[in-house]
Nanobody, 127 residues
């Protein structure tokens, strides 16, 4: 059984940085796609970033390109999201997710692809 545990959230000021971590067990990160999603109050869960298991490419939602970086340490089964130049609109609960279905390109953006989710970590950015 896959378990994902996020950490690293917090309350920061606009322009600050945070690094989210996701510790995975029960599945080797290198063999499956991994992603970060977020959900703000009153909004649907949305794609933030993902790394493909097929080609190791990284994909980002347009509003975070150039500010967020997804990475993983395969040996430690850890996934990260480095978030720089944070904005108030980045405020949300951030979730780590993985899928048993391989993906590349825009196929990695769909939340329905992912079958295992963490419980989330809150990120609050004050302007």
């Amino acid at each position: 059984q896959v378990q994902l545990v996020e950490s690293g959230g917090g309350s920061v000021q606009a322009g600050d940085s945070l690094r989210l971590s996701c510790a995975a067990s029960g599945r080797a990160l290198s063999s499956y796609p991994m992603g970060w999603f977020r959900q703000a109050p009153g909004k649907e869960r949305e794609f933030v970033a993902a790394v493909s298991d097929i080609d190791d490419n990284k994909y980002y939602e347009d509003s975070v390109k150039g500010r967020f970086t997804i990475s993983r340490i395969v040996a430690k089964n850890m996934l990260f999201l480095q978030m720089n130049s944070l904005k108030a609109e980045d405020t949300a609960v951030y979730y780590c997710a993985t899928s048993r279905t391989h993906c590349s390109g825009s196929g990695c953006y769909d939340a329905a692809l992912y079958d295992s989710w963490g419980r989330g970590t809150q990120v609050t950015v004050s302007s």
